[in-house]
């Protein structure tokens, strides 16, 4: 394998078992103010057929992430450092080679076969995810074309049925129609429709209910759960709302201005949360099954400019466990604190 | 999207209702009527209008009666093609404008292809790589050729050509084919002389189009469809052609219709330099010798010209956008 010699100890299931394995990855916007470190060493693990959820609030990098790990990022953003580790399907749907992403060019042709076939992103805004020109078909059936080797008619039916897994109701009607003409919900649904139509082994969510009123958020969280359970791909789920984490992630990794701050299972972030950061972050919403009416208490402090990262770690700003002189000086770096637990603060080292 | 090109045909209609009002309106300008300016012209020629073809015309234009009379017989009379007498070329307008008006349309539409065959590409290039050297460039001519005037570049480019290639770049044929009846070679002859005056004509319009085109794309680019399109691996040149620019040219389409008369009217000056046969400067010497018939004439064809050019684009604008179809169907 290609994979380097990675910054922290990987467990078993780890070294043989991650489809996905981003080490330190840092995406820069430089601009004439000054850099924008929007991704500053992201590290994380994702299983096959598991849900990572990635937590932080909001602009501490969690779609340039998302979009680094596709190749997309916006120009002039770029990665400059980092490894992404990508475990490609085989062509009777096993486990084969992997490759780093990071390597690759954004517009080769490994990279586009990758893009849309094997990892697959549907987004926040299904309004306007959609062009509002082409017809939702067209562009499903273009994304099959692209991929399969199929007649123009297969992709077409194939587009249809897929259309129907998703709840699309009359999907022979609708295949036709512009996105204008859709809800809300079945944008979103056709949006899924068109990322599974590949059948990727992993689908990159990226605040995919946040434009969606309640009811029908749950319908499409339902429907990714179903789709999942049909399909075994895994899922790498952009939220700021913990309980959509809570519902949906086995796993989950929490960011603050650009770096992993702690990853872990989901009943260990829940019940046993290390980082200061999580726990604020945990105390900050209000809990379903709370037993006493609980306070909420918002994170003190505000988000810092992405222009001037505080030195050391970058929470020690609003950090309740500050120690002076330590944490505003060093940067810590993610340890093992449990199984597949792993930690970025002082206070584990 | 019926009812939308029926509600843009009704307002064509309404449009050429207006402009043969206008047109009407000019010719009316000079005082005194028609027909005596007609015996008059007539006796400086040296001939001799009778009384009765005096009456005669008088009934024809329906003069001495209430004016929407005289817009009516008018209007009758144009519809028939007949659109009057010349004063200054004594000869029937018809006889006067001849080829001119579809060499000018021929010009005309020949200058807004040249503009598009440039401005979108470049256009295209200047957002897709925005603040890269190209993009520099693009913009820096662009700016001169917003900057220069046309007929300077005109000039420039006659001297230029009769000092280092010694040939006369001017005009719309070689002599020997002006006054030839339509040919096959004719045409070929009118098509080798066409880029030149169409560069010229063109170039404020592609320096312009290029901002345009520029920022339509820009928006555009900007917009999450781009990024899904990305996501599902196809290849950049295809994810931009398809989706972004395909929206940035709506407005394009919808620009055809005034373009033209801006181009047109932009002609006169550069038509005169080159020596081109179009009707600006016609129309610009028919406005000196107040010559009404003529230019009355000329104003109502161009105006017509321009409806239906807006009519085509509006149109287009269907095709292209079937937002617009879904519109109130
Ligand atoms: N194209 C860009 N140019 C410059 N800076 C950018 C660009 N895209 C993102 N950034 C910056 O990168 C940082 C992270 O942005 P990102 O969109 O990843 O945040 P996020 O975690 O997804 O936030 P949200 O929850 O609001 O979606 C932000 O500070 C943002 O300003
Ligand atoms: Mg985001």
Not at chain 2, 52 to 65: H, K
Request: proline share 6%; net charge neutral.
């Amino acid at each position: 394998m290609d994979c380097g010699t990675p910054p922290i100890p990987m467990d078993v299931r780890t070294a043989t078992q991650t489809l996905l394995s981003v080490r330190n990855l840092k995406t820069y916007f430089p601009q004439d103010e000054g850099t924008v470190k929007a991704v500053d060493g992201v590290t994380f693990d994702l299983y096959p057929g598991a849900t990572l959820g990635i937590v932080g609030e909001s602009g501490c990098g969690k779609s340039v992430t998302a979009r680094s790990i596709l190749r997309i990022v916006d120009r002039p953003g770029r990665i400059v450092d980092g490894e992404i580790h990508f475990r490609r399907p085989t062509t009777n749907g096993g486990a084969g080679q992997t490759v780093d992403l990071t390597k690759l060019e954004p517009n080769g042709p490994e990279m586009r076969a990758i893009r849309g076939a094997e990892i697959a992103l549907i987004f926040q805004e299904p309004m306007s995810s959609f062009s509002p020109v082409h017809s939702v078909g067209n562009q499903i059936i273009e994304a099959i074309l692209l991929h399969q080797q199929v007649s123009r008619r297969d992709a077409r039916d194939k587009t249809i049925e897929m259309l129907q897994r998703v709840g699309v109701s009359s999907p022979e009607a609708r295949v036709d129609q512009l996105a204008s003409q859709l809800s809300g919900g079945l944008r979103q649904r056709a949006m899924i429709a068109m990322a599974l139509s590949c059948h990727p082994t992993l689908l990159i969510a990226d605040e995919p209910t946040t434009a969606l009123d309640v009811t029908t958020q749950t319908q499409i969280l339902e429907l990714m759960r179903q789709l999942q359970r049909e399909d075994g791909m895994a899922i790498m789920l952009i939220t700021h709302d913990l309980g959509v984490v809570a519902e949906m992630a086995t796993d989950v990794a929490v960011m603050y201005l650009g770096r992993v701050v702690e990853q872990a299972p989901v009943d260990a972030i829940f019940h046993a949360p290390q980082h200061p950061y999580t726990r604020a972050l945990l105390r900050s919403i209000p809990r379903m099954r709370a037993r006493s009416r609980a306070r909420l208490t918002p994170i003190v402090g505000a988000v810092p400019h992405p222009y001037d990262r505080p030195s050391g770690c970058p929470f020690h700003p609003r950090c309740a466990d500050f120690m002076a002189g330590t944490c505003d000086r060093r940067a810590p770096s993610l340890r093992p604190v449990g199984d597949q637990h792993t930690v970025s603060c002082f206070l584990y080292e | 999207m019926l009812a939308y090109i029926g509600r843009r045909a009704l307002l064509a209609v309404f449009t050429v209702w207006a402009i043969s009002a206008l047109a009407f309106a000019i010719i009316q300008l000079p005082p005194g009527d028609y027909v005596t300016s007609y015996i008059a012209q007539m006796a400086s020629m040296g001939s001799v209008v009778s009384d009765e073809e005096a009456q005669n015309l008088r009934i024809q234009y329906g003069l001495g009666q209430p004016i929407y009379v005289q817009y009516l017989k008018w209007m009758e009379l144009v519809v028939q093609g007949d659109f009057g007498f010349s004063m200054e070329w004594r000869r029937p307008v018809t006889e006067v404008i001849g080829d001119r008006l579809w060499l000018t349309v021929v010009v005309s539409v020949a200058a807004l292809l040249l503009t598009w065959v440039l401005a979108l590409p470049i256009g295209i290039y200047s957002a897709v790589r925005q603040y890269s050297v190209g993009d520099y460039v693009a913009t820096f001519i662009g700016f001169i050729g917003l900057a220069v005037p046309n007929f300077l570049l005109a000039l420039v480019i006659l001297y230029l050509g009769f000092t280092l290639f010694n040939a006369h770049i001017g005009g719309l044929f070689t002599p020997e084919l002006q006054d030839a009846p339509w040919s096959q070679a004719k045409v070929w002859d009118l098509f080798k002389h066409l880029p030149i005056p169409a560069l010229i004509l063109g170039l404020a319009g592609t320096a312009q189009q290029i901002r345009i085109m520029r920022a339509n794309l820009l928006d555009e680019l900007r917009k999450p469809y781009v990024v899904t399109a990305r996501s599902k691996g196809l290849s950049e040149a295809r994810v931009i052609l398809k989706y972004p620019v395909r929206l940035a040219l709506n407005p394009f389409a919808s620009t055809i219709g005034y373009t033209l008369p801006y181009i047109v009217s932009g002609s006169i000056i550069v038509s005169i330099v080159l020596g081109l046969p179009t009707v600006g400067p016609l129309l610009l010497k028919a406005l000196i010798a107040q010559d009404m018939f003529l230019a009355g004439t000329i104003v109502l064809l161009l105006g017509v010209m321009t409806v239906i050019g807006t009519l085509i684009s509006d149109i287009l604008l269907v095709w292209v956008d079937p937002r617009i179809r879904l519109e109130d169907t």
